[in-house]
């Protein structure tokens, strides 16, 4: 049986929350599952710097019930937790600079909110199965490389700490209350739909925008070493986590294709644009004190567990992201 079949045969008519369903990621979700024949229903505070966006949905706005509201107002949960199947819970404030100037906002979202999201499955759902979207951010710099679960946890920011603490909830709500639930960490996710105003979400899309734009974009440093998922793969290994019950309580890596150099990534932009010119430069202060440094993920487990892997080459996502740009930039800046 092909993937294909095998998601459906889980998600035809079933109900399916998407929290941060206008997002990057939450969007390219909804595409897949409303293909696959799910009832998806979208939970999303469109508030600007979050990155929804209704431009996402575009072709399949009628297909999904879409609600307007914050995650932070707990007395709204239950009635979209109801009658649920599965929680893709991608709600987040992904901004690490954000989070170091607005920490109590960053806590709201990313660890309260949280808690309060689980205690209204446990009260209200139980049976729901739940995915949660975490950040390779936790890992804070790293001892070795590629760097698996096993790394020491130690954030370096305050985005990172309350995801960490999210993801926590998570896991202690699985194994204490039994709502199902699995931890993804995430790295850096790139492709159509990303947020590109702004590097709230990725610096790769202030990248894209800029060199459509006909304008030279900023690399700083440059030597760091990234490995970058494309959404489709991210999409893919969601879908896995949320069927497959020996994902149940635990928490994988995502990963990429081979990392590279921030000034290799650089150049691969230019050469699939078909043109285009960067600058690098030294990184801001304020930046250097978050950052990690290289980073890489070992994806090995999840390649184990479920059958995940990257699919996407680097080329080909880059390829594939700046021709969506090239046609749907107005809609984005």
């Known amino acids: 049986m092909s993937p294909t079949s095998q998601f459906k045969r889980h998600f035809l008519n079933r109900q399916v929350l998407i929290t941060g369903g206008l997002g990057f990621i939450g969007s390219n979700l909804a595409r897949r599952l409303v293909a696959l024949g799910a009832k998806v229903t979208i939970l999303d505070s469109l508030i600007p710097e979050y990155g929804g966006n209704r431009r996402n949905l575009a072709g399949i706005g009628r297909k999904v ?31 690490h600079m954000d989070s170091m100037t607005d920490p109590e906002t960053d806590l709201e979202i990313n660890c309260r909110a949280q808690l309060s999201i689980l205690e209204t499955c446990r009260q209200h759902n139980p049976g729901i199965r739940v995915v949660f979207a975490s950040t390779r951010q936790i890992y804070g710099r790293p001892d070795y490389l590629p760097v698996d679960e096993k790394h020491p946890l130690r954030p370096v920011d305050v985005n990172g700490i309350n995801k960490l603490a999210g993801e926590e909830y998570h896991l202690l709500y699985s194994e204490v209350h039994g709502i199902r639930s699995t931890v993804l960490r995430l790295t850096n996710t790139i492709g159509p739909r990303m947020r590109i105003k702004d590097a709230r979400q990725t610096f790769v899309g202030v990248w894209v925008r800029r060199i459509l734009e006909g304008r030279p974009f900023e690399v700083w ?12 793969d991210a999409v893919e290994a969601l879908l896995l986590a949320a069927t497959r019950p020996e994902a149940e309580g635990q928490v994988f890596n995502l990963g990429g294709p081979p990392p590279v150099t921030l000034q290799q990534l650089a150049d691969l932009l230019v050469e699939v644009n078909g043109g285009g010119r960067f600058v690098v430069k030294r ?40 021709g969506y740009y090239r046609k749907e930039l107005r809609h984005y800046v």
Do not use: C, E, M
Request: glycine share 10%.
């Open 65 to 95: 019930a879409v609600h307007l509201s914050d995650v932070r107002d707990r007395h709204s949960l239950p009635a979209f937790v109801r009658g649920q199947d599965f929680l893709f819970n991608l709600a987040g404030q992904t901004s």
């Open 221 to 232: 440093g440059g030597a760091q070493l990234r490995d970058f998922t494309y959404v489709d």
């Open 283 to 322: 990184f801001p202060v304020t930046r250097k004190k978050i950052d990690i440094g290289d980073f890489y993920a070992d994806h090995g487990l999840i390649t184990a567990k479920l059958g995940w892997r990257p699919r996407t080459s680097l080329r080909t996502a880059l390829g594939r992201t700046v």
